[in-house]
């Protein structure tokens, strides 16, 4: 069975504990290779490592560690396929999906900082004639990058390509449950010419390998992407050692349907935002709110639409939906469908897990599900499901409806469908959400900040924020 390794030092190493973690395919509900079970032992390696190649990267030109990072891109691109088919076997995702998406934007990640470090600049504060301050930005040291597992690729290199480009080392932890692409990308890296711990990939379980990071007194800077409760735990940890966060974290998105919008381009976008990944997007609206007069339509051809999305094997380009990452998260979100039953919402479709043929009859599928009559105050309203699961909830009035939005303990991302140019400025700025999507969803700017409110983060990721985050500011006052 294929063993997956650590990459510490610019080696693939076995864990110093010698013990591996199952790790399944989801769509055949099979184990298909082993990952390090890494512990305090694996992680002080790359701390070392991290910690001995620092000086030498971060002095280098930003211009020179931009020709690494290019180069990694490039041959994430030349490996398009092959990743696509690893992370499809991981997280049970489409391959089609992961090839047209997913592994595009890890290459994007690499290309996008790799170029935007070579136009960040500090800034300057001029005293009339008594004085001149500016700022220095310094890179940091060893940086922890731990990130989840809807969007494995994706997501870590969005944490370490602006982490690099800014001249800090990286100690990594791919989630345990998707290792393989992270594992791939530490062979690209070394073929690359990577130097030796300027990044290390470490494998293994959140509770032993993560805490390992947000503990370690060498890594004063953590990047997190995660849920809510683990994200509370790794702030809990790191504050007393006064180490730089940032938290990209749930949500509970709504997404708003005004009478007025673009019908057709409203009723596609939104099939995408409540199912795409199988739901499991932090993005994902999986609040449906639509305007009284529209509800009966919307609701008719949404649910519709919804029973002729095809559920079934990843290798096949026509099924839209794959399988869900783990038994234990088909079971989790199979009893928020029962928790929506008992509070009383109808199911309008799917609620249940699908049995699907031949290769991938052991696997773990759910179908999209459309529940309405639930309150916006119940549980399956206010809690993440992280699947293919929406509810729909009528509304009269703006005022109404910005209430039913803001009422949940999130604030990531808010779609919003409307012509109304006036009310969508200012619905934009009264929806509690660090990112508003108006007239679309998931129409990305990596230049723009990224991140959520209330409980869905601290702090902000993409363009200058990520590098400012990933930099330490020195301010340096001469007087005339
Ligand atoms: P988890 O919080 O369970 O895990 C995220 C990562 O943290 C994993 O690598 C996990 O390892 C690790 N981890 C777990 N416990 C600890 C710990 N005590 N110390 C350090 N690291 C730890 O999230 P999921 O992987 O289940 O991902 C789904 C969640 O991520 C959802 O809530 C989703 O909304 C959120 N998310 C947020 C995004 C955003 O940008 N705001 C984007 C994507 C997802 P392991 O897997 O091995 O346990």
Redesign the pocket.
Known sequence: MFQIQNYINGKLVDPVGHTCIDNYNPAIGEVYSRTPDSDERDIEAAVEAATGAFPDWSTKPAQERARYLLRISDLIEDNLDRLAQAESADNGKPVSLARSVDIPRAASNFRFFATAIQHFASEAHAMEDTAINYTLRHPIGVVGC??????PLY?FTWKIAPALAAGNCVVG?????TPMTAYLLSELCIEAGLPDGVLNIVH????K???A??THPGIPVIS????????A??AA?AAPLFKKLSL????KNPNIVFADCRYEEMLQTSLLSSFSNQG????CGSRIFIERSLYETFRNDFVEQSKQLTVGDPLSDTNRLGAVVSKP?MDKILSYIELAREEGGTILCGGRQVQVEGRCRDGWFVAPTVIEGLSHTCRTNQE?I?GPVVTLIPFDTEEEVVAYANSTPYG?AASLWTENLTRAHRMAGRLQSGIIWINCWMLRDLRTP???MKQ??VGR?GGFEALRFFTEPKNVCIKM
Do not use: A, D
Not at 204 to 207: A, D, P, R, W
Not at 280 to 283: G, K, M, Q, V, Y
């Open positions: 731990i990130s989840p597992w809807n969007l997501l932890k791919p989630s345990e449950i293994g379980l959140g509770q390998t993560g805490s990071i947000s997190f992407t995660g849920g809510t409760r683990t994200g735990t790794i940890t990209e974290l749930g949500g499991e997007i932090c993005l998260h993440e992280f990531l990224f991140g959520g869905s983060g990721e």
